[in-house]
Nanobody
Framework: QVQLVESGGGLVQAGGSLRLSCAAS?????????IAWFSQAPGKEREFVAG???????????ELAASVKGRFTIFRDNAKNTMYLQMKSLRPEDTAVYYC???????????????????WGQGTQVTVSS
């Protein structure tokens, strides 16, 4: 089993920044796990925000949803088993609960659907005021 714990959410004004963290633990977790961030706004479905997957020795690829390109960055610290979502130039429409997700199986593409992930954190609320 793998446990994921998010932190770093909060209330911020439009244009501000936040850094979300996702700490992973569990006997089977490894640096090869696919990690992604999803967001879920009230009344909406959970949607892909950013993800990263292992592509080789000490090499990872990352992808971002079109709505956050140029504003968000995903990165990981494997020594700490922690993944991050750096969020800048936040907008009111970024308001949502943000979830960290992990997948054990590495493919040739980065999964963007919720059903493709094996493990989920409890979520952290991000609220952006206008």
């Amino acid at each position: 089993q793998v446990q994921l714990v998010e932190s770093g959410g909060g209330l911020v004004q439009a244009g501000g920044s936040l850094r979300l963290s996702c700490a992973a633990s569990g006997r089977t977790f490894s640096s090869r796990y696919v990690i992604a961030w999803f967001s879920q706004a009230p009344g909406k479905e959970r949607e892909f925000v950013a993800g990263t997957r292992w592509i080789g020795v000490n090499a990872y690829s990352g992808e971002l949803a079109a709505s956050v390109k140029g504003r968000f960055t995903i990165f990981r610290d494997n020594a700490k088993n922690t993944m991050y979502l750096q969020m800048k130039s936040l907008r009111p429409e970024d308001t949502a609960v943000y979830y960290c997700a992990a997948r054990a199986t590495v493919g040739t593409t980065l999964p963007r659907n919720t059903y493709e992930y094996d493990y989920w954190g409890q979520g952290t609320q991000v609220t952006v005021s206008s």
